[in-house]
C-alpha cells in the first residue's frame, strides 16, 4: 500500500511505535497536514489484551455473568461468574472475571457446595487454582455421594505460571509445580507427565491419591480425562429460556443460569482494546450497524465510538477529511488485508464499504438490514447484517 506522506496518516493501536520507525518519520513528517484519509488498524490475536494482563493469565471468556439456581429458579450461587464447572460431588467450581477486563478469565476461583456455601482452600504462595483432582476417597468411590464440606483427604491441581502441581486444602505440595499435564482417573488414581528439558522426553508417572506413592510407566492411559463431568451446553430446562437468560441443566436438581448482558449489543470498551478474541472484529462491527445508524453519523461520533489516536492527532486538524479505514489485521506496522472503510463528505459517514486487499466491495449508502445476495467472502454473516460482495477481480 502506498503511502502519500501529505494526505495519509497510518494511526496503528496495536503496535508501539518504537516497533515501527519508518511508521513513526510518516506520523512525524503529517503531523502539521491537513489529513484526507485516517487509516487505524484493529490488531488480532491475544497480543491485542491489556498489558496490566501477564500473557500466561490470557485466558478469554464470551463476556456472559454465570450463577446456579435450583429447578425452581431459587438463587443459590450468585450470576457474576466467568464460568461455573460442576466437579461432581455437589461441588462447584466459579471463576471470577478479571477485575477491570471484560472478555478475560480471572484468576480467582472459588469452591461451592450444593447449596451455595463456599469452602475454603489454601495454596501454595504466588499460585492459583486450576481445578479439583480428588475429591477424597469416599467421594471418588461413590459419585451419588453429595459433600456439605471438601473432606481432608481432597486434593487440588494448581498452577506456577503455566507448570502444574498438586496439593492438598492446606496448601500443603503433594506434587512441585513443574508438570505439563495432570489428571484423574479411577480408582483413586492420579496421572501426570512432563518433558525433561536434558532429555526432550516425555516422562509419565502414576501416583496413588491415599498413599502417595509414584510409579513411573510408560504413557498416561488414554482414558483418564480431567475430573469436570460437566460441559456448558445449551440443553432444554425445566425453566424458560430467552436470548438473554439460559438455564443449562448441571447436576441433581441444579441449572446454570447464564445471562448475556452483551451479547446483542456493541461493546466500545471491547472495541477500544483493539480485540479479535474471543469475538471477531466483524461480529462486533455488525453489532455497531445494528445499534447505530453509521450513514449520516457524525465524525466525532465515530471517533468516539470506533476509536481515534490522541496521541498522533495532528496539529490544526478541522475535521475536513474524507475517509476513515478500519484495518482488520493480524499484526505488523502496515494495515493490510482486510477491513472496513468509512467515507465521509462535510464531516459526517456519506457510505461505507468492505476492502479485502486492493478489492472493494460497493458502497452502502443506508442505514438498517444490508440486501444483498450473498455475504462477504462466503461466509461473513450476522443477525440483521450481510454485506456486500467483495468482488473476485482486483
Known amino acids: 500500500m502506498s503511502i502519500k506522506l501529505k494526505h495519509t496518516i497510518i494511526l496503528s493501536q496495536l503496535a508501539l511505535l518504537s516497533a515501527c520507525p519508518a511508521q513513526c518519520e510518516v506520523q512525524k513528517r503529517c503531523k502539521p497536514q491537513m489529513p484526507e484519509e485516517i487509516i487505524c488498524k ?55 472475571p478479571y477485575p477491570g477486563h471484560h472478555y478475560h478469565y480471572g484468576n480467582r476461583k472459588r469452591l461451592f ?31 451419588t455421594h453429595d459433600l456439605d464440606e471438601l473432606p ?36 483413586a488414581q492420579g496421572f501426570f507427565s512432563f518433558v525433561d528439558p536434558s532429555t526432550g522426553r516425555q516422562i509419565s508417572s502414576c501416583i496413588d491419591l491415599k498413599t502417595k506413592a509414584i510409579t513411573s510407566i510408560a504413557s498416561i492411559p488414554a482414558s483418564c480425562k480431567p475430573r469436570f463431568v460437566y460441559q456448558e451446553e445449551h440443553q432444554p430446562s425445566g425453566l424458560s ?39 471477531a472484529v466483524l461480529d462486533m462491527f455488525s453489532r455497531f450497524l445494528r445499534q447505530y445508524n453509521l450513514v449520516g453519523m457524525k465524525e466525532e461520533q465515530v471517533f468516539d465510538l470506533l476509536g481515534w489516536c490522541p ?12 475517509s476513515i479505514t478500519y484495518g482488520f489485521s493480524g499484526g505488523g506496522c502496515e494495515p493490510v488485508g482486510f477491513g472496513v472503510k468509512l467515507n465521509l463528505d462535510g464531516g459526517q459517514v456519506s457510505s461505507w464499504n468492505l476492502f479485502n486487499g486492493k478489492r472493494e466491495s460497493p458502497r452502502v449508502t443506508t442505514n438498517g438490514p444490508i440486501e444483498t445476495a450473498q455475504p462477504i467472502l462466503g461466509g461473513f454473516k450476522f443477525p440483521g447484517v450481510q454485506y456486500p460482495m467483495i468482488p473476485d477481480n482486483e
Open 42 to 96: 484493529v490488531g488480532g490475536g491475544t497480543s491485542n489484551s491489556p498489558q496490566s494482563i501477564e500473557f500466561d493469565d490470557l485466558r478469554f471468556y464470551d463476556g456472559k455473568h454465570r450463577g446456579l439456581v435450583d429447578s425452581t429458579g431459587r438463587e443459590i450461587i450468585p450470576p457474576i461468574f466467568a464460568e461455573i464447572q460442576y466437579c461432581g460431588n455437589g461441588v462447584y467450581m466459579a471463576t471470577d
Open 113 to 143: 457446595n450444593r447449596n451455595g456455601v463456599e469452602q475454603s482452600y489454601k495454596l501454595p504462595t504466588e499460585t492459583r487454582l486450576i481445578q479439583v483432582l480428588s475429591l477424597g476417597e469416599a467421594a471418588d468411590s461413590d459419585p
Open 152 to 187: 481432608n483427604d481432597a486434593l487440588l491441581i494448581y498452577a506456577e505460571k503455566s507448570r502444574l502441581g498438586l496439593c492438598d486444602l492446606q496448601g500443603n505440595v503433594v506434587l512441585p509445580p513443574k508438570y505439563a499435564r495432570i489428571v484423574y482417573c479411577q480408582p
Open 241 to 279: 429460556n430467552s436470548k438473554t437468560v439460559v438455564f443449562v441443566p448441571v447436576g441433581p436438581d441444579r441449572l446454570i443460569k447464564v445471562i448475556s448482558p452483551r451479547t446483542e449489543l456493541f461493546d466500545k470498551e471491547y472495541w477500544s482494546e483493539r480485540r479479535t478474541c474471543p469475538i
Open 311 to 322: 496521541d498522533i492527532k495532528p496539529v490544526g486538524y478541522t475535521g475536513e477529511i474524507s
